[in-house]
Each structure stands twice: as structure tokens, then as C-alpha cells.
């Protein structure tokens, strides 16, 4: 894993907050007050970012393409994804709002670089600003919306619309090609593979998406919205209801 530290690199350290949706509705002095703390990290696939039962002790803001999961594993080695974040949010500490252990573990689905900042940066930062502390209070209702929609997806929707749903939230984060085999694909949502095989060639067959040498090509969005169950939309609404692009919702 690459670490830069952004306070040398302000060119970098302004396209970081630019592509990530809650780093970008911080006011200057804040920014100002993060950057000299703030280091930039390369994420690979696969990448642990947090380990059940370790104590979190940064916070990770990914930009441009890079996505996390944040995965519940369980007896006879079984393991489902229960939120996802990307550009539009942050990893760790955030909703235990300071130093604690981690109750899921977290890894990196599609690489990609994030913008680390020590938790307990944070935290000062947070106490100086009601405006941050605000945000981040948002942000953990937004993820906590995310892991109650997902209980209800899947325990009511079909593999496909599940499916479409996840698709279409990582071509939000990722843009069109998604580097992403069936088998993550099966893992992520608590699925046989062969049977998230049939519905990516389902999937294909629709001219939705395409397969192609490990990755999966949006080619019909409006089509997978389709084809998506109402947890999608639920969802993104949520966000622009709660923060938006001010950080405080759409009705601010």
C-alpha cells in the first residue's frame, strides 16, 4: 500500500476532496485544519482496511474508483456484505465516534486511492466544529439505513434484483467496468455461485451488462434500474435527504 502524505501534494489533496461527497462540503478552515495530518493511500483488491475486533484508529475517505465493503462473517465460513462505501463516505470510526474496536471487517472490493486522517484528528476537529460533528452524525444514519435495507432486501427480493441493486451502486462509485469476478460477486451477496452465474448470464443475455476477462461492464443502466428492487433508490434518496451536497440535506 502506497501513504503520501498529502499536506506535500496540495494539487492531490484537493482533488481528494473534491471526489469524495462528504470531504467535499467541508468548509476551508476545516480542510486546513485535516491536511497537515492527512495521508493518501493506493487501496488493492482485497486489501484489509479493518479487522473485527481491532480498535479503528484512522478514517478512510476513498475517491475516484475505490469501494469497500464492510462484510459479517459467520459459522461454517459463510460471510455476506452489509454496506458498501465508496466517494460518497468514509470508513471507520465514524459511527462509533471514537477510539473503539470494529464489529465487522472491511475490505477493499475495487481499488482504488482514499484519504486516511488519524482518528484522533478527527475527533479534535469534531469537538471544534458542530458543522463536522453534524456530518458525521448524518453520515452514520445514512449507513445505518443502508445495513437496515439491506436486512430487508435480502431477506424479501430475488437474487437478480439484488443483484442489479449492487451493480448499480458500484457503477455509481466505479464507473462503467467493474473489476469483479462472479465468485466476489457470489460472496458479496450471500449467494451460491453458480447460482449468481445464472443470473449474471440472465444479466447479459438482457444485454444489461457484459462479462468480459474478470470484469463486468455496465452496457443498459436505465435497464438494470429496471431490474433492480426499490432498495437502490431507498437508499440514494436517503443520502441526498439526510446530507446532499451541502452536508446538511436537500431541505437546508
Not at 462505501?85 to 472490493?109: D, L, M, N, W, Y
Amino acid at each position: 500500500m502506497d501513504v503520501i502524505t498529502a499536506g506535500r501534494e496540495p494539487d492531490r489533496f484537493d482533488t481528494a476532496f473534491a471526489g469524495n461527497r462528504l470531504l467535499a462540503t467541508l468548509p476551508e478552515d476545516i480542510r486546513d485544519q485535516l491536511q497537515p495530518h492527512a495521508t493518501f493511500v493506493q487501496l488493492g483488491v482485497g486489501q484489509p482496511v479493518m479487522r473485527a475486533g481491532e480498535l479503528v484508529t484512522r478514517t478512510l475517505f476513498p475517491f475516484d474508483s475505490a469501494m469497500v465493503s464492510l462484510i459479517v462473517d459467520l459459522a461454517g465460513g459463510r460471510s455476506v456484505e452489509v454496506a458498501s462505501i465508496g466517494k460518497e463516505g468514509a470508513v471507520g470510526g465514524i459511527v462509533s465516534c471514537g477510539s473503539a474496536p470494529a464489529f465487522t471487517r472491511a475490505h477493499v472490493q475495487i481499488a482504488g486511492p482514499a484519504l486516511a486522517i488519524p482518528l484522533p484528528v478527527l475527533e479534535a476537529a469534531k469537538r471544534a466544529s458542530p458543522f463536522l460533528e453534524h456530518l458525521f452524525c448524518r453520515f452514520s444514519d445514512y449507513l445505518l439505513a443502508q445495513v437496515m435495507q439491506s436486512v430487508a432486501c435480502n431477506a424479501f427480493h430475488s437474487i437478480e434484483e439484488r443483484a442489479a441493486r449492487w451493480l448499480l451502486t458500484a457503477h455509481d462509485r466505479a464507473g462503467d467496468r467493474l473489476a469483479l469476478t462472479q465468485e466476489s460477486l457470489a460472496s458479496l451477496l450471500g449467494a451460491q455461485r453458480t447460482t449468481v452465474n445464472a443470473v449474471a448470464r440472465e444479466l447479459q443475455e438482457k444485454g444489461l451488462i457484459a462479462y468480459r476477462r474478470g470484469a463486468i461492464e455496465i452496457s443498459d443502466r436505465p435497464g438494470l434500474l429496471n431490474a433492480a428492487c426499490e432498495c437502490y433508490s431507498a437508499v440514494e434518496d436517503h443520502f441526498a435527504a439526510v446530507i446532499g451536497e451541502t452536508g446538511e440535506g436537500e431541505d437546508a
